[in-house]
């Protein structure tokens, strides 16, 4: 005891202390390290007493035993000190019926323990050697009457009779010359009083079972383990399958208990389910006995509990939350049963349980305190940066951003800060109206661009295009022939006569497309984007006028050929010319730059007697045509009466050879041909 003494010296005892029937008094009491706990305080004639209780303690270990702490001589005598309990007698009013059922159900095992395992018989179960620890579980103690089965004689138990509560003796003890048990019934003494013990326990729980129920395990404490026979009565393990401990919370607690022992498919089934079970309890039942089997790490193992039940327990109930998915306990128990567990899961640096707790960090972590916050929370969460998984840094970035505004930036980021980033707009998007009433969210938004409106909406209705797709659409496919008014080439704008000097300079500009420049590629937007007139008059280029024929340019691309030229046109290599003046609707309202006059530069035109390309004309094989090499050829065309050959001319590089006789047959009676010269 010397040792343990020197480890407990500074243990603190908290008055009133809870005097046991035997005159054992029981101090709440706190460790050096501040840890919970409590002094049983011996008599020093009681050593050999204390000896043997605090040996039984060490040795035994198990869930539902007393769990021994420490043991030391003091002046007011021997210290027993173990986990922090209160006795039964205390905690029982305050126990709602499940607690009080699945602490029967506690004691139970104890007994069976002792019994199975250790082949001890306990010879004093009552009221006053049950206690109930902090997480609510019920713990057999009274450990100075524990004795192997055969060591229970007459004598020894006579020995301990100033220790043992009357309403627990059987019958058989009652007479002065009772005889000790057979070794197969050495359980009978225990069971008798646990009997006794049950029975005046469920007194409480009389109107909050079910009727049936109680009197079904009722007539079964009777029958088997009050008989009054010894060898009547059965081992304490066949009560366990009765239906009395067959509820939602003894399942649950059992389940979590043994969660190593079960298979993937059991765990899977059991946690899919598991909030309709737990919804039904109550949230101090949950908060006491669950909280500690649901928060480890066993627990956040589990994928099916991670997505289906732990968002309900990993944050508190708020005002007015309702429907599918809850959550399990009101703020106040939060903060005091789950917050401390909490922070001891914060220390466990495992990679799953650190990503469960930062995925619902912002539903906890207001009811943390700013000590704790700086101290526990923000260092752990600060290590997630420096870890090699992706998945780690960043939800540990995500995590941050949600305790900048509880800490503020200077103590999570640190350092000194300057205004980097200017709080401005642009003054056009002040402008927009984005209220339901104009249906903008319906509809493409448009700005103006320097200051000036679109001006390509030439239709009678609102179609909200810009003005490059407008154009783009209007232009055909290079592969299909069309109307030359249906083409469009490059825009030029050209400044409209002299009106009303009230109007605007920009008010009247017309846009006239032409088809000039074949480098600028066809269905481009038009270059100035200036709006025009949509009067009747026309303007006339200063520069170049609409009759004037364009003359060929160089082109990146080669121009389409209609196979039938128009006859005013007799170059039949040259594109047809297209001028098509468009008019657009004069917009109600102009932008910026209404002062200005925006003119547009042509390209100008190559001279044609620099342009050495600009007479030669690309030959092109029609599918009916015979090729003749030029040393063959004895024939001529004759031009026809618009001075058009009927058959163009080609390069003899894609002649044949020789055409055989076969092969000009077919000519028919239709008339022979002028074979002259040819004129080209």
């Not at 501040?34 to 011996?42: E, I, Q, R, T």
């Not at 290079?478 to 490059?490: D, L, V």
């Not at 080669?558 to 128009?566: V, W």
Request: hydrophobic share 40%.
């Amino acid at each position: 005891m010397g040792a343990e003494n020197s480890a407990l010296g500074s243990c603190v005892l908290k008055e009133p202390p809870f005097t046991l029937p035997s005159g054992l008094a029981v101090y709440p009491a706190v460790l050096q390290d501040g840890k919970l706990a409590s002094v049983f305080v011996y008599k020093r004639e009681n050593e050999d007493k204390v000896n043997k209780a605090a040996k039984h303690l060490k040795t035994l270990r198990h869930p539902c035993l007393l769990r021994f702490l420490s043991c030391t001589v003091e002046s007011d005598g021997i210290h027993l000190v173990t986990e922090r309990v209160q006795p039964l007698e205390v905690a029982l009013e305050t126990l709602s019926s499940a607690e009080v059922c699945a602490g029967i159900y506690d004691i139970l095992l104890a007994l069976i323990f002792l019994h199975d395992r250790g082949h001890l018989t306990h010879n004093n179960v009552c009221l006053s050697s049950v206690f109930v620890s902090e997480d609510g579980h019920w713990k057999l103690g009274g450990m100075e009457t524990v004795c192997r089965v055969p060591q229970a004689t007459p004598e020894f138990l006579r020995s301990i009779q100033s220790v043992r509560d009357p309403a627990g003796i059987p019958p058989e003890e009652k007479s002065p010359e009772f005889t000790a048990l057979p070794e197969p019934h050495g359980h009978a003494r225990d069971a008798f009083a646990f009997g006794t013990l049950v029975e005046s326990v469920l007194t409480v729980l009389s109107g909050q079972v079910a009727a049936d129920l109680l009197a079904s395990f009722q007539q079964t404490l009777h029958s088997a383990l009050l008989n009054p026979l010894p060898k009547c009565r059965p081992a304490l393990s066949t009560l366990l399958s009765h239906d009395f401990f067959r509820n939602d919370f003894l399942e649950v607690v059992n389940f979590l208990k043994s969660l190593t022992l079960k298979s993937e498919e059991e765990k899977t089934e059991f946690f899919k389910f598991l909030l309709d079970r737990v919804s039904c309890l109550s949230e101090e039942l949950i908060a006491s006995r669950l909280v500690p089997l649901l928060l480890n790490q066993l627990v956040f193992a589990e994928p099916v509990a991670v997505k289906s039940f732990l968002p309900h327990l990993l944050g508190p109930k708020k005002d007015g939350a309702r429907g599918a998915g809850p959550c399990l306990l009101s703020p106040a128990l939060f903060q005091s049963r789950v917050v401390p567990v909490l922070l001891q899961l914060f220390q466990v640096h495992e990679e799953h349980v650190r990503m469960v707790l930062l995925s619902h960090l912002e539903a906890y972590v207001s009811h943390f305190t700013q000590e704790q916050l700086r101290t526990v929370i923000l260092p752990q969460v600060l290590l997630g940066l420096r870890d090699t998984s992706d998945s780690i840094v960043a939800i540990t970035l995500h995590s941050l951003a949600v305790l900048v505004s509880l800490l503020g930036p200077e103590v999570v980021v640190g350092g000194q800060r300057t205004k980097i980033f200017k709080r401005t707009a642009p003054s056009f998007a002040k402008t927009v109206d984005l209220s339901p009433e104009g249906d903008q969210l319906s509809q493409p938004l448009k700005f103006p661009m320097n200051g000036l409106s679109d001006v390509n909406n030439t239709s009678g209705h609102s179609d909200n295009l810009p003005s490059s797709s407008k154009t783009s659409e209007e232009w055909p496919d290079w592969s299909e022939p069309e109307e030359p008014e249906n083409k469009a080439g490059n825009t030029q704008a050209w400044p409209p006569e002299p009106q009303d000097a009230a109007r605007s300079p920009l008010a009247d500009l017309t846009v006239v497309e032409v088809w000039g420049d074949s480098e600028t590629k066809p269905g481009a937007a038009i270059t100035a984007s200036t709006p025009v007139t949509s009067g009747e008059h026309k303007a006339t280029p200063t520069s170049h006028p609409l009759t004037e024929e364009p003359k060929p340019l160089k082109s990146s691309r080669p121009h389409k050929i209609s196979p039938a030229p128009s006859v005013d046109d007799p170059d039949p290599t040259r594109p047809p010319k297209v001028s098509q003046e468009r008019r657009l609707k004069t917009p109600t309202e102009l932008g910026l730059g209404e002062e200005f006059t925006i003119q547009v530069k042509r390209k100008p035109v190559p001279d044609p007697e620099l342009d050495w390309f600009a007479d030669m004309i690309p030959e092109i094989k029609p599918t009916a045509a015979v090729l003749v090499l030029p040393e063959l050829r004895t024939h001529t065309m004759v031009p026809n009466k618009d001075g058009v050959s009927p058959l163009m001319p080609f390069s003899s590089k894609f002649a044949a050879a020789e055409i055989t006789e076969a092969e000009s047959e077919g000519w028919g009676d239709e008339g022979e041909l002028n074979w002259g010269d040819s004129s080209w």
